[in-house]
């Protein structure tokens, strides 16, 4: 029995298979297939998945920055494209991201962050009252209340980080060349 499928078994043990199935997104059907070696299906992924949840194991997103190995599996078999992040984990998962075990599909267009702000050549500025109002927006008519529009924000702030720090990123990547 390999590391991963013992570490499987312990969380089954502790927490109980049909937790541990909810948490990875299976069936306990599958959990203990896995935990007695006899899962007919795609074994590597059943490894991502538990290495993910219960292993710590990481990638590097480029929507959502560093997420758990299970997260990033769960991102790429998403179909909901009416949340603007979800959108852009659906482009991601599509066009080529590393990380994807999904064929890349089509090249979406990117929308570029130029760190340098010549004249005419500036970024869209960001407006926190419009984003706000565009997630009330869709938070009302999805029905998903408060709750919904809470969980909106934070993965609008997700995203605002990720592109802020992209920014500085870029900046100091500048600076440095510029230094040599």
Wanted: include cysteine; charge should be positive.
């Amino acid at each position: 029995m390999s590391k991963w499928q013992q570490i499987l078994a312990e969380q089954a043990n502790q927490h109980g298979q049909e937790a541990v199935a909810k948490m990875l997104g299976v069936s306990k059907t599958v959990i203990s297939q896995l935990i007695n070696s006899k899962y007919p299906g795609d074994i590597a992924r059943m490894q991502k998945l538990v290495e993910g949840a219960f292993m710590h194991r990481t990638v590097v997103c480029p929507i959502m920055g560093e997420i758990p190995l299970h997260q990033c599996d769960k991102h790429q078999n998403n179909t909901v494209t009416s949340n603007p992040i979800k959108l852009r984990l659906y482009r991601a998962c599509r066009s080529g991201c590393t990380h994807s075990t999904l064929p890349a599909q089509k090249l979406f267009k990117r929308i570029a962050i130029q760190a340098n702000f010549s004249v005419g050549n500036t970024p869209k500025r960001y407006s926190a009252d419009a984003a706000y109002n565009r997630l009330e927006r869709q938070s009302q008519s999805d029905g998903g209340g408060l709750r919904q529009l809470c969980g909106l924000l934070k993965d609008e702030l997700k995203a605002l980080e990720l592109r802020y720090n992209k920014l500085l990123q870029q900046q100091a990547t500048g600076r440095n060349q510029n230094d040599q």
